[in-house]
Every structure is written in C-alpha cells, then in structure tokens.
C-alpha cells in the first residue's frame, strides 16, 4: 500500500505561484509512475500533469502547458508540482496519485490516491 499526503496548497492571487508536494509512505515510490488531478466544484476530475518513475517523462493538460512544471525526487518519496502564472480558472482541490503503471492521463489507472489540498486563485 502507497500511502500519499498533499500539501502546499492554498490563496494566491492570479499570477502569483504555488508549489504543491506529495509525500508518499508506505512503499517507496521510484517505481511508480506519479500524475496530479484536480476537481473543481460541480466539475469532474481532471488530469493536470504526469511523470514516468524515472522522472525521464512527463505530460501535462494542454490548459497547464507551459505554466505546470510536476517534478520527482525518488529518495524523499515525494513529488511535486510547480505552478506558476496562476489563474482564477486554476482554482480546485489538487490530488496526487500512483500508478504501477506507465505514466498516464487516465484517472483509472492510478491506484493509490491522496486526499487533496485546496488551492484558491483569486482574480
């Protein structure tokens, strides 16, 4: 069992920046592929970036592309996501998750899931 905590979120201001973590425990994370999703309110859950085990790979949604920067270091068992040039859009609860599978932007093929942080862009 992987378990995953999220923290770092919180209220910004748009165009400020937020730096999300993940901490795993359980099991060590370095052969997991890890992503992030998050779910507005009265929205379904979306995938905003995912990264390979090794870190060599990584995807984002196109609304995130060149703003969103998810980042791993396997010997703290933690993953990050950099978000800069934040929008009022960005609003939503942020969760990490892990998949034993290749790295993807399919929600059902993470496994192990966090609980969220909130993160707030105001305008």
């Known amino acids: 069992q992987v378990q995953l905590v999220e923290s770092g979120g919180g209220l910004v201001q748009a165009g400020g920046s937020l730096r999300l973590s993940c901490a795993a425990s359980?099991?060590?994370?370095?052969?997991?592929?890890m992503g992030w999703f998050r779910q507005a309110p009265g929205k379904e859950r979306e995938f905003v970036a995912a990264?390979?085990?090794?870190?060599?790979?990584?995807g984002y949604a196109d609304s995130v592309k060149g703003r969103f920067t998810i980042s791993r270091d396997n010997a703290k068992n933690t993953v990050y996501l950099q978000m800069n040039s934040l929008k009022p859009e960005d609003t939503a609860v942020y969760y990490c998750?892990?998949?034993?599978?290749?790295?993807?932007?399919?929600?059902?093929?993470?496994?192990?899931w966090g609980q969220g942080t909130q993160v707030t862009v105001s305008s």
């Open positions: 990264i390979s085990w090794s870190g060599g790979s990584t």
């Open positions: 998750a892990a998949s034993i599978r290749y790295y993807s932007a399919r929600s059902v093929e993470y496994a192990y």
């Open positions: 359980g099991r060590t994370i370095s052969s997991y592929a």
